[in-house]
Every structure is written in structure tokens, then in C-alpha cells.
């Protein structure tokens, strides 16, 4: 286990007898947990930091002995980051039969076993395997904590932030190698799926082509990135040719920062939107 391998955007506001006043958001990586700590009553983020895990079910219990004595947090929730989802309509939604219809599109692990969850917005179920290990080593820290997957929490979000907008807006949230695109026109969610790319021609290529399809002028789309990408980022200047607003997302503006200034708060849309999607 390595600690603080972002220590520059560490916030050290968090006191630990407060932690039953707090939501402890946790965002999993293959090889790395992104944790941040919000503040239920003051609406603050209190924490914000990044460690290396090397074995799930192995670390996670002297990690959180170590870095909080075991506080007992009012809420926990852990996100998976990099697990490939597939998102199933209700009306073709059956629990009993789910791993096989997954294993159409994906090549399943032996005994990797399914989670699932509702999102309403698509009134269909979002699909996703379960972490090997993460479970175990969760439960041996905290009674009650949630599983959640960052499509689910982004597609929550953006139903809240685009009620009642009167504009058509597009929302890319960056991955390592892939990206997931939404597009909305006025509240109505018009397109959302995740793009396997190689480069910034492939971004623009897919982007591009779907609002060729849904007939939605991009000089009149404001684009709102979320997740892995900066401001001088390959990905980042191609948009920037074909899109004349381009804006870095932050977190649900009930909570603030306080004076803790981060640098990169879209890096973290993801982590820190859990705690209004509990």
C-alpha cells in the first residue's frame, strides 16, 4: 500500500470524531482507491486523496485502521471506475438470467458475480461486475456501505442539472482509453453510450457523428467534460476546434470546497457526487 499519491490536492479539514456527520465516497481503480470525505451538515468536502492498493481484500483494513482508526462514517459508498457495464432496458431486465446476457457482450471472469442497479433516467438497469475482494475488505472496516458504479452516479447527476434546461448540452466523461458521451436536448436524455478511442480523430469522429444524427448544431452545444482530461490535453484542444464552449464540470453546488482551493474538481465529479446520490 503507498499513501498519498496526490498529496498536492490533499484538503486536511477532516477531524475524525466527526465522522458520523460524514459521507465517505470511495472511488475504485484496478490498482487504486480515490477517497474523498463530505461534511453531511455543513455541506462541505473535507477530504481529498489518492493511495495505491495492492490486494483488495488484503489491504483495505490496516489501510483504514491507519489513515481514519476505524471512524465510524454515517455513510460509505464505493464506486467501480474501470469495470465495463452493460445498461439492460426493465422491460428485459431478469435478475435470474442476467450473467448470461452479459456474458453476450463481455468475457466474463470465472465466479465474477454481477451487480446491478436501477437508473431512472433510462428506466433500465445498469449492470456491472462486482470487484473481487473490495467486498471482504470493506466489510471488515464498515456494517453498512453502498455499491455504485460511476455510470449510475453520473446519470443521476445529469438528470438533476439539466431539469428544466432549454438548451441542447453535451457531457463527456474521459477514461483512460474511453470515453462516455451524453447528449441532451432541452431535459430529454437524447443519446448515452461509451466510446472505445485511440486517439483525438476517433473522439471527434464518434462525437461528431452522433450529433450529425440527433440534428443538433455543435456551434449552439455547449460541451461539459468530466473525468481524465486538462486543458492541454490532446483530446481537449480537438474539442476546442470544433466547439466554441468548453467547460470543466464541478460537483453538485451543494457542497463547496470551502477555502480549500482544488485544482482539478471535474478530475473528481464522480467522487464527490456520490454523496448526493446515497
Sequence with gaps: METGKNSSEFIPLFDKREAQKCHLALCIYDDSIRIGISHLVSKRHLYLKEFKINSWQNDLEPFFEFEFEKAHFKRV???????????????LFDDSTIENVYGLSFK??????????????????????????????????????????????????????????????????????????????????????????????????????????????????PVFLMGEIENNDNSFLALRNYFSELIFMKSDPKYSFGEVSIENPHKDYVLFNQVVCG
Design 77 to 91: 459508498s464505493a464506486c467501480a471506475m474501470n469495470s465495463k457495464n452493460l445498461v439492460v432496458p426493465t422491460a
Design 108 to 221: 466474463q471472469k470465472r465466479g465474477q458475480k454481477l451487480l446491478f442497479e436501477k437508473i431512472k433516467i433510462l428506466n433500465a438497469f445498469n449492470v456491472y461486475p462486482k470487484i473481487k475482494g473490495l467486498e471482504e475488505g470493506l466489510i471488515s472496516s464498515f456494517k453498512n456501505f453502498k455499491n455504485t458504479h460511476y455510470y449510475s452516479i453520473i446519470l443521476e447527476s445529469l438528470s438533476r442539472e439539466t431539469k428544466n434546461s432549454e438548451e441542447d448540452r453535451m457531457y463527456i466523461h474521459f477514461n483512460s482509453s474511453s470515453f462516455d458521451l451524453f447528449i441532451f436536448s432541452r431535459d430529454k436524455l437524447q443519446l448515452s453510450n461509451n466510446f472505445q478511442f485511440r486517439n483525438a480523430e476517433d473522439m471527434i469522429y464518434y462525437i461528431l457523428n452522433a450529433l450529425e444524427h440527433l440534428d443538433i448544431s455543435r456551434d449552439k452545444c
